[in-house]
């Protein structure tokens, strides 16, 4: 009492003030790194917009380009498709793409003709329907590029006869689409210089031949040149075009392209070949955000340069994070003086809480389950004396020890990830199976409370092993009577198949002897009275029993399974789809579609899947081989299943071929046994017969169903 009088006199003691010091500055941390958080944040959403602004744009492009690259590719096609390309037949082919893409000016057929047959070549495309047609300019090279076919049809009056040899820009094109074997495209350059001059790509697609030219013996490797197709796009036309559906983020950027060309004098110079509207009005300030993309036309690669709009960033973006950060600097003031109100009151908390503590430690020393307090990462701190009745240690001895010590060796990988997802402040139930220090194995049942703001793991540990065996006791019960079950459903069926034969071979003799009865009582003899009241006393208990022998298949039939040809493609298919659900991977075997076996559908896919079940339990989660061997003579169906072996496997193909099931069970409780011990149940209901064997580091299962002969197709499609 004299402690707490004087307590008030200290309260101002760094030690007693330090926690609201901590919490103003862990605030001021806090509001430091939130100011950093939001500002990186809004920062990355302005980057995220910009970059899905310039993808928008991008992709509009490209997908443009390669849509007019295609429609090139399909008309080189023809070639490689037609021995010989006609005038009318290239028309075909080209003139709708050529309506349809306002942005191709012409797509045209150049053959490739030798100087020395330029006379033949000459001759030929007059005799195309072109009655004036003419070379121009004059070449003196020894292979030349003249344009044939031309669409459209107004364009071919003027382009008709040009070769495109004698330009270098467009000799170097053919050149390089040659070498390559690709599309190759030209700079930006003039196509069409009156009326108006308009500028874009052409794009060249070389056409090669297995045999000699008409015209030219142009060879490339082993290939014959047959000549070049080639399309020329208007570039205007081929950017509005693209971007003639505005997306709502196109009003955020500013972008403009060029090209990239040589300079006359050396070097390298742009040639600007596009400008966004707002390029203007985004360009006579820094931008806030900028990029190049480039777009591949062809071989050729054109650079856009992209730049975000004065407006790009709002106000309150801009002012945010100030916000944030002057709100949080007052907050942590305002948390500083409350906390500081409070801990005042700690040392006379102290007192009190030292008093409770002595009647708590005798609780503590009494009872019967652990009490221990255990470090973040798993080593024991302290624990009272029920340490040394449960686990056999001394409380002194356990400190600094790891918890995971005591644990048994297959649970520690669980225990460990178990303890690494605590949740804070709440009690978990976890049960594990710990050794004593004579070796015993123990049940423990621990409740653990991890504390963060106190640094440790708050454990109450119960012996449950008694309750752990019962229960391990009911699972095995529950098991058994499911394997019980089966067996009596194999029996019953058994029975049933029996009286069912039974009654069938039954009739047939019964009839037969009515039959013969009404023989005999046509026939004359010595005493007629005498032998027809044998006759019909005879007849009298054929009929009887006829009619017991009828009822049979009725009582029969009861708990008959549906047995009939189950087709197996696509019950091997589910059977593929379920594994891959369960992380297998099922190899099936190559089976024609009729082939089948005899059984109940349901319950082969129980099977199947029990089996499957089985081997995941085992710890296999890998490929599964399963292999179909057909025997139609013999009216049956081999099947086995391989994967690679395990000790755990291996022991229970030993369980198997060597003790009784139940007596396996009992061996080896786990959930793969029993998944195994139930397939073997539900294929005997299907008259097969299980067995698993060990065999050069393979696991194999084996087990056989009966099948039919099939019926031949014809019969099968007039049933």
């Known amino acids: 009492m004299e402690q707490l009088s004087l307590a008030p006199l200290r309260l101002w003691h760094f030690r007693v003030i330090y926690p609201a010091v901590v919490v103003f500055l862990l605030l001021i941390g806090a509001t430091i790194a939130l100011w950093w958080l939001i500002l990186m944040q809004i920062r990355a959403e302005r980057e995220a917009i910009f970059e899905r602004a310039v993808s928008s744009v991008v992709n509009r492009l490209e997908s443009h380009v390669q849509q007019h690259e295609q429609i090139l590719q399909s008309v080189q096609g023809l070639y490689g498709g037609f021995v010989q390309v006609v005038r009318d037949v290239f028309e075909l082919y080209a003139t709708v793409p050529v309506r349809n893409n306002t942005a191709v000016l012409s797509i045209a057929y150049a053959p490739c003709v030798e100087s020395s047959r330029l006379g033949s070549y000459l001759h030929y495309a007059r005799s195309e329907r072109y009655w004036d047609y003419r070379l121009f300019p004059e070449a003196t090279q020894p292979h030349l590029f003249p344009l044939l076919y031309v669409v459209p049809p107004q364009e071919a009056l003027q382009r008709t006869g040009w070769?495109?040899?004698?330009?270098?820009?467009?000799?170097?094109?053919?050149?390089?689409?040659?070498?390559?074997?690709a599309l190759t495209?030209?700079?930006w350059i003039p196509l069409r210089t009156a009326p108006d001059t308009v500028w874009g790509v052409a794009l060249i697609a070389p056409v090669y031949r297995m045999h000699p030219h008409p015209f030219s013996e142009l060879r490339v490797g082993e290939r014959f040149v047959e000549g070049i197709v080639l399309m020329e796009i208007a570039g205007h036309r081929l950017f509005q075009q693209a971007l003639a559906?505005?997306?709502?983020?196109?009003?955020?950027?500013?972008?403009?392209?060029?090209?990239?060309q040589p300079a006359p004098g050396g070097g390298v110079r742009h040639v600007r070949i596009m400008v966004s509207p707002n390029w203007q009005e985004a360009s006579w300030r820094e931008p806030a955000l900028q990029t190049e993309r480039a777009l591949r036309i062809g071989d050729r690669s054109f650079f856009f340069r992209f730049a975000t709009v004065p407006q790009f960033e709002g106000r309150f973006q801009r002012w945010l994070p100030w916000l944030v950060l002057g709100g949080g600097v007052l907050t942590s003031f305002v948390a500083f003086g409350f906390v500081l109100s409070l801990v005042t009151t700690r040392s006379r908390a102290l007192a009190l809480a030292d008093q409770m503590t002595r009647a708590q430690r005798r609780i503590l020393l009494a009872s019967h389950d652990i009490i221990a307090v255990w470090e973040l990462d798993g080593r024991w701190r302290t624990a009272n004396p029920a340490a040394a009745s449960l686990l056999g240690y001394e409380p002194d001895g356990l400190a600094g020890q790891p918890v995971e010590a005591l644990v048994a060796p297959g649970e520690r990988e669980a225990f460990r990830h178990r303890l690494a997802t605590l949740p804070d402040e709440e009690a978990v139930l976890v049960?594990?199976?710990?050794?004593t220090a004579t070796g015993q194995l123990r049940w423990i049942g621990w409740s653990l409370t991890l504390s963060r703001r106190d640094g440790a793991i708050y454990a109450i540990g119960r012996d449950v092993t008694a309750q752990k065996e019962l229960q391990k006791q009911q699972e095995l019960a529950r098991r058994q009577l499911l394997l019980a079950e089966q067996w009596a459903l194999e029996a019953n069926e058994f029975k049933t198949e029996f009286l069912s034969r039974l009654s069938f071979q039954l009739r047939n003799g019964l009839t037969g002897l009515m039959g013969f009865t009404e023989l005999l009582a046509r026939e004359r003899g010595a005493s007629e009275e005498e032998r027809q009241g044998y006759i019909a006393a005879i007849q009298e208990s054929a009929e009887y029993l006829l009619s017991l022998v009828a009822e049979t298949p009725e009582v029969a039939a009861v708990a008959t399974l549906e047995r009939r040809p189950v087709p197996l493609v696509p019950l091997l298919t589910e059977l593929a789809s379920w594994a891959e659900r369960h992380g297998q991977q099922l190899v099936l075997p190559s089976l024609e579609d009729e082939a089948h076996v005899v059984a109940d559908e349901g319950l082969l896919s129980k099977a199947l899947q029990a089996l499957l079940q089985g081997l995941a339990s085992a710890g296999i989660k890998g490929t599964i081989h399963l292999r179909l061997e057909f025997n139609y003579t013999e009216g049956g169906s081999e099947?086995?299943?391989?994967?690679?072996?395990?000790?755990?496997?291996c022991r229970i193909a030993t369980l198997l071929r060597d003790y009784p099931p139940l007596q396996a069970l009992r061996l080896d409780d786990s959930e793969a046994m029993f998944a195994f011990l139930l397939a073997q149940a539900f294929l005997r209901r299907l008259r097969g017969e299980l067995r698993a064997e060990c065999v050069e580091n393979s696991f194999v299962v084996l087990f056989t169903l009966p099948t039919q002969q099939p019926l031949p197709t014809a019969a099968l499609s007039y049933g």
């Open 163 to 181: 070769n495109a040899m004698v330009d270098p820009v467009w000799r170097e094109a053919i050149e390089r689409a040659y070498q390559q074997n």
């Open 185 to 187: 495209a030209t700079p």
């Open 245 to 260: 559906t505005a997306a709502p983020t196109d009003s955020l950027i500013a972008f403009e392209g060029f090209d990239v």
């Open 431 to 435: 049960e594990l199976p710990m050794q």
């Open 639 to 649: 099947w086995s299943v391989s994967v690679p072996a395990t000790d755990k496997l």
